[in-house]
């Protein structure tokens, strides 16, 4: 289990890494690793240049506004976990953070790392569709942004162009009022989730999103969930949007659901 | 220091700690893959991809020939072959690099080279092979039909060996009130120690020897094993098995990549070195456990265990695997089904089938733990039809202290112990009445609460008379030690086991100094390395610290006696009146220390005079118990768990393990082995599972797939010890490695059992994955609308 032969190249800016990105042959972006190492040692990818962007400054940075918390691609999951991100989200991003796989892995792994790569397991994937965050993307051609819930086209499979990556993640600012629910489960600790249930309540914002995760492709995003949350936890309809996705396994669709029945529970509806 | 102080310090029964953790804790062990020799090259093998099928041929690329070798540069290198005696076992061949058809993925089709393994990797990869598929056969159950594809054409259909033990079941069944029948699955495991297989080899031209080293647990049967494959004489292999991080049997097997690599190091003339990967690990070597029964147990209306019945197949995989052959499992599931229970009825018809699958090898256990699931939840069906506690059972049936020893129904001789005892106290420590009051009050989170138990007895240390019967390649004679005195006083300590996280440098060392009184820092235990310790089978079979330490203690006796010849001499007396023990000599008006006897013997001769013994202090000495039939250390196992009826999730919240492993050489020590065993049992029962698709395919190629239990699966393990001696064994010890991995999966998915069953659920399928236990809830539910 040693990779194929490929280049590698550890830019210092954004720009650097874009003119990379759009030179010839194919190229894959390095961040944590934690999911492209043990690709390219299975031999799963095999890119001719890898592009490491750990060594770029601004992809580590955090930016706050009065409306959001932008935080940039390299962040790894332990500095969320850890406190070192500012939160906004009255405890969200840290709680997920500390959960997501094994410490050793969260000590490598970056959130934009894990956004781009799109398993529909990883625990961000769902957390920043149930938090309505927004994309910011890099090019050749500069920046553009689009929500989460268009970024994620499938499993494996993001709304990147040809030459582009994800340069940071924004994401809304909780009022002080907002609650929140996430229930994951996995077979053990530190595996990939095989159900997710997240839901987010902030009435002065006029939010209340629910999210099934860990599906076979996108997670299933209820935008206005008033219904499905508002008045106690519909399972019926929960149901019913698994039938939509063609969710048949009924062992799936009875985690899927639970797992979003303990995710309200959770945010107190 | 007073005698009763070194016994109490350091000997037999002290929680001495581990010698040989000095280097471990520092990071200082010297592993396979930390061996790196001038000139040395990596090794990657290219492997079949296909489960059944026929090689039409192999295509390298013209830049890399003389970098790859398939079987036919390996002119004269002969199969891999373990037969067995049992009558009707069918042999078959397996063939370092495949030659003209293949059994089961993974299987070595070319052997590549390069100075580094990526490189190495690549040139396998750039192979073409031609294959002829073949139908395969994925399923044990199936590989047994009339008409399924045949592994080994020639011999008519797929059953390596099919046993039969009859009893009278008919008269006792007629008359039981209590029928309990069950089919019950074990799943395809992969034995996963931390660290994998790995050969380094190379051609010494001084010595006229191949060099091997390898991460296994049997160097003496792997040179034997070597030697007939690649048609060498004894003297010109050596094999050593350096710093090995783990085994549990499945560092017990010879090799193909051994003999692949033993032949290459030859064929350039430059040192090898193939290190497994874990994909390797996972699709391409040995898998162990996997069982099926269809099982009934007859009871009379109280609960009392009257007879079992059983049919047992035993997924055997391609090949008969050298040494242990493709029917020890099998053979074993015949002979200790019965457990530790005294009944009066039994039979059992067993099979081991081949499929195109890898071949199987016995794990920590061997077929304990898959008969231990089979037998306790039987016994557990029987309380339920009775009306009483499990426990109660068990009571009823286990054999009782004053029949010891006692030949069992399969003719089993258990040496000795107070089964009833070990499963009260368990049942005390669990605190059963508490466990039934907390069911019946119900939990705030829904989740249910069971408990469950399991008890059983290991055969462990079993000699030449029961090996001599399976009539595998290797049967365990006499077992030999060295013990010779170094000038300085210190005291070397050479045996032809191999320790690889037993501890053994410690124990054997305790054992050495229980006869001779010599400090365990002084005393330097070698093993591991055919170049310097006596013939062995190895370690397996629980069998190193009654073999191994009775061989040290009758070799450090026989030393003791030469060297009270001596120090008689030097003290001016008869040796009639001289004593040895304390690290000294002593005589009726003086000592003199071992040190200075042994100083005196190489150094200083001329202080000797001339009709001193000349047998020198260097002894090697052979060692059987007074029985070889084995030992039978045993224990009860008894867990509460929580289980979620709608996830399926499983918490284990108390954990009560109590072990009678006779007179124990270091506690400690035992108690690792039994956490570690208790631990690797818990991924049995909830979690380790490799399964394969209809063509042969494993569909677990990588540790997210194959989930092992980690640091927060396995709860904390309280063990409570009894002590009952082997009458048979040096000190009384009993062989007890492999016990903590038996009893979990019984215990485990009673536990279950007991949880799910107000809702009318059973399991009887281990892994207990989520998915069954909710599966098994929906079932019920089902059944009950029916109803």
Known sequence: MKPGPFDYARPATVERAAALLAGSGFAKLLSGGQSLGPMLNLRLARPDL????????????????????????????????????????????????????????????????????????????????????????????????????????????????????????????????????????????????????????????????????ATHSTPILVADATALIGQGFDAAAAGALLDRHEITDAYERQLHVEALRRATVQAGA | MADGDIKEGKGVGARLIRKEDDRYMRGRGQYIADIKLPGMVEVAFHRSPLAHARLRGVTIPEEHRGSVFTAADMVGVKPMR?????????????????????????????????????????????????????????????????????????????????SFVDGDIESIAKDAAIKVTREIRTARQCMAPIEGRGVVAWWDNRLN?????????????????????????????????????????????????????????????????????????????????????????????????????????????????????????????????????DFKAYRCRTYSVATNKCPILPYRGVARTGVCLAMELILDGIAV?????????????????????????????????DYPECLKRAVAAIDVPAVRARQKRGEPDGRLIGLGMSIFCEQGS??????AGWGIPMVPGHEQAQARMTPDGGLEIRVGVQSHGQGLETTLAQVANEVLGIDPAKIQVVHGDTGMTPYSTGTWGSRCMVMAGGAVATACKELG???????????????????????????????????????????????????????????????????????????????????????????????????????????????????GGVAQGIGTALLEEMPFDAAGQPLASTLADYLLPGSTDVPSIRILHMETPSPYTEFGQKGIGESGAIGPPA????????????????????????????????????AKKVA
């Open chain 2, 462 to 467: 079993h000699g030449t008379s029961v090996y």
């Open chain 2, 82 to 162: 373990a037969v067995s005696g049992l009558p009707g076992f069918k042999p078959s061949e397996q063939p370092a690099i495949v030659t003209e058809k293949v059994r089961h993925v993974g299987e070595p089709v070319a052997i590549c080279f390069a100075e580094g393994r990526a490189e190495a990797e690549d040139i396998a990869a750039s192979l073409i092979v031609d294959w002829e598929e073949l139908p395969a056969v994925s399923d044990m159950l199936k590989g047994r039909e009339p008409g399924a594809p045949l592994l080994h054409e020639h011999w008519g259909d797929n059953i390596f060996l099919e």
């Open chain 2, 747 to 782: 215990a485990i998915v009673n536990a279950i059992n007991d949880a799910i069953r107000p809702l009318g659920a059973e399991i009887n399928q281990v892994p207990a994955t989520p998915r069954r236990v909710v599966e098994a809830i929906a079932a019920a539910a089902r």
């Open chain 2, 209 to 341: 020897q191949l060099t091997l080293y390898s991460a296994c647990q049997m160097p003496h049967i792997i040179r034997t094993g070597l030697c007939g494959c690649l048609g060498l004489d004894h003297a010109q292999v050596r094999i050593i098995a350096p710093d090995v991080g783990g085994g549990f049997g499945y560092k017990g097997i010879l090799l193909a990549e051994e003999v692949a690599c033993g032949w290459l190091a030859m064929k350039i003339g430059r040192p090898v070195r193939w290190i497994e990967d874990r994909r390797e690990a996972l699709t391409a070597a040995a898998n162990c456990r996997e069982h099926h029964y269809f099982i009934t147990g007859y009871a009379a209306a109280d609960g009392t265990l009257l007879a079992l019945e059983a049919e047992a197949t035993v997924d055997s995989g391609a090949y008969s695997a050298y040494p242990f052959s493709a029917c020890l499992e099998a053979a074993q599931v015949a002979s200790i089904l019965p457990g530790p229970y």
């Open chain 1, 50 to 213: 890898l592009v490491d962007l750990t060594h770029i400054a601004s992809l580590k940075e955090i930016r706050e506004t009065k409306d959001f918390l932008e935080i940039g691609a390299c962040v790894t999951h332990a500095n969320i976990e850890d406190g070192l991100v500012p939160d906004c989200t009255n405890g969200m991003l840290p709680s997920v953070a500390s959960n997501i796989a094994y410490r050793a892995v969260r000590n490598r792994g970056t959130i934009g790392g894990s956004l781009s790569h799109a398993d529909p397991a990883a625990d961000w994937v769902s957390t920043l569709t149930v938090l309505d965050a927004e994309i910011v993307i890099r090019g050749a051609k500069g920046q553009r942004r689009v929500p989460m819930a268009n970024y994620m086209l499938g499993t494996f499979e993001v709304a990147l162009e040809e030459g582009e990556f994800l340069e940071a993640v924004r994401v809304p600012r909780f009022s002080k009022s907002a609650r929140w629910g996430y229930y994951k489960f996995c077979r053990k600790a530190g595996e990939f989730a095989e159900a997710i249930g997240a839901v987010v309540r902030d009435p002065e914002r006029g939010v209340c999103r629910a999210v099934m995760g």
């Open chain 2, 385 to 417: 039809e009775a009306g009483i506690e499990p426990y109660e059972v068990r009571l009823k049936a286990l054999v009782p202290p004053e029949k010891m020893p006692f030949d069992n129904i399969t003719k089993k001789h258990f040496d000795s112990g």
């Open chain 2, 561 to 675: 006696k030469r060297l009270g010849r001596i120090g008689a001499k030097l003290l001016q007396t008869d040796v009639a009146n001289v004593k040895i023990g304390n690290g000294e000599v002593v005589g009726p008006s003086g000592s003199v220390s071992i040190a200075e006897i042994a100083r005196v013997w190489y150094l200083r001769p001329q202080d000797l005079p001339a009709d001193v013994d000349p047998g020198g202090i260097e002894v090697t000495a052979g060692y059987k118990p007074q029985r070889d039939s084995g030992t039978f250390s045993y224990a009860a196992h008894a867990v509460v768990v929580a289980v979620d009826p709608v996830t399926g999730g499983v918490e284990i919240l108390d954990y009560v393990v109590v072990e009678d492993g006779g007179v124990l050489v270091n506690p400690m020590i035992v108690d690792g082995q039994v956490y």
